[in-house]
């Protein structure tokens, strides 16, 4: 439930948008214009909100690591359902080793990123500082669910190009992992902050 009381006024929801992807969650813009919330509906102290955010922004981080996860995955048995059946030259294009080398990269950066993923979500789970790791899962998983997106397309060549085929979706879908949640630039910043303080200790 909201901590808005609507009778209060000030709070408007904007357009919905059109996105290039992730098209089943609505997007629109929230306007707050001296709007008011009941006391007891605060979360946290006030005057904390901007830490409470980053904590949160740390947790979140994990979760659009699984999104990318999902969307690398799905990319990958795309590419590896098409190349099983899509033949030439007399064989399953899958047989060739410019694809065999696509597909075995695509399975390596998902295993590394889902690894990454699963260590940041065990140290949260422990209630050890995770911040560090989930920006490393985050990076990891999001630049390697645009990478096998691009992969798979390359894969099924033309067919990746079109709606009939899932591949296309997951290209637009996998964008968005690199920029909500923190973009890869700020997540490489935190990685590297969070080194710096560790090797300097």
Known sequence: SSGINAEYGGLSLG???????????????????????????????????????MKTLDA??????????????????????????RHAFDQPISKMQTIQNKLADMECRIWAARLTNWHAAKLKDEGHNFTKEA????????ETATYCAHQAIQVLGG???????????????????????????IQRLVIAGNLLKEMSM
Do not use: W
């Not at 920006?135 to 999001?142: D, E, P, R, V």
């Not at 190009?161 to 630039?185: C, F, K, L």
């Open 135 to 142: 920006a490393m899962a985050k990076l990891m998983a999001s």
């Open 60 to 85: 979140g981080r994990i979760g659009v690591a699984g999104q990318a996860l999902g969307i690398a995955q799905a990319s990958l048995e795309c590419a590896v359902a098409y190349s099983q059946q």
């Open 15 to 53: 357009k919905k948008e059109d996105k290039l992807g992730i098209k089943g969650s609505s997007t629109c813009v929230i306007n707050f214009d001296n709007c008011l919330i009941d006391k007891d509906c605060l979360l946290g102290e006030l005057g904390q909100g901007f830490k409470i955010a």
């Open 159 to 185: 067919m990746g190009y079109v709606n009939d085929m899932p591949a296309e979706r997951h290209y637009r879908d996998a964008r968005i992992t690199e920029i909500y949640e923190g973009t890869s630039e």
